[in-house]
């Protein structure tokens, strides 16, 4: 069974593999926005973009900056404006959006697809943490996303 990827999936690979990025050790969210060109600033309050500057909340914990790095570099690579002037429901669907591509920014599939996942869902969860620098509920979701979108296809 061949795995398709979705238009998410493809982009954050051809991203990735246009920085040379191929496995899970070299994703690092300082080596990857200073090679798409975004600036780095770490900072005690919520995490947010300000023009190609990601803002990251440097209280968290750093699977928890990792996660936010992935929501923000969303609206880096793929929104444009100024959120304070959108409707909002305009402004929901970005961040729907940019909650999603960070699932797939942080655990990418074509990095997924070449894991050994155990039979145990606990334990594929406990790898894809190790692995990746995720929390917990993270990365039972994107198992999840990833066994559906698998099994959907087949």
């Given at each position: 069974?061949?795995?398709?990827?979705?238009?998410?999936?493809?982009?954050?690979?051809?991203?990735?593999?246009?920085?040379?990025?191929?496995?899970?050790?070299?994703?690092?969210?300082?080596?990857?926005?200073?090679?798409?060109?975004?600036?780095?600033?770490?900072?005690?309050?919520?995490?947010?973009?300000?023009?190609?500057?990601?803002?990251?909340?440097?209280?968290?914990?750093?699977?928890?900056?990792?996660?936010?790095?992935?929501?923000?570099?969303?609206?880096?690579?793929?929104?444009?404006?100024?959120?304070?002037?959108?409707?909002?429901?305009?402004?929901?669907?970005?961040?729907?959006?940019?909650?999603?591509?960070?699932?797939?920014?942080?655990?990418?599939?074509?990095?997924?697809?070449?894991?050994?996942?155990?039979?145990?869902?606990?334990?594929?969860?406990?790898?894809?943490?190790?692995?990746?620098n995720v929390e917990y509920e993270f990365a039972k979701k994107r198992l999840t996303q990833y066994i559906n979108n698998f099994q959907s296809i087949?």
């Open positions: 069974m061949r795995y398709t990827y979705n238009l998410m999936e493809e982009y954050v690979k051809k991203m990735y593999n246009s920085i040379g990025i191929y496995r899970p050790h070299q994703l690092d969210m300082e080596l990857i926005a200073a090679c798409l060109g975004t600036t780095l600033i770490y900072l005690p309050y919520g995490s947010m973009t300000v023009g190609n500057a990601i803002l990251i909340d440097d209280r968290l914990s750093p699977a928890g900056q990792w996660q936010d790095f992935g929501h923000e570099l969303c609206h880096i690579e793929w929104h444009d404006g100024n959120q304070r002037v959108l409707p909002s429901s305009y402004l929901n669907y970005q961040e729907w959006k940019a909650s999603n591509f960070a699932y797939h920014a942080c655990i990418p599939t074509f990095m997924l697809e070449g894991l050994d996942l155990p039979a145990s869902e606990s334990k594929s969860i406990h790898l894809l943490q190790e692995t990746f087949g």
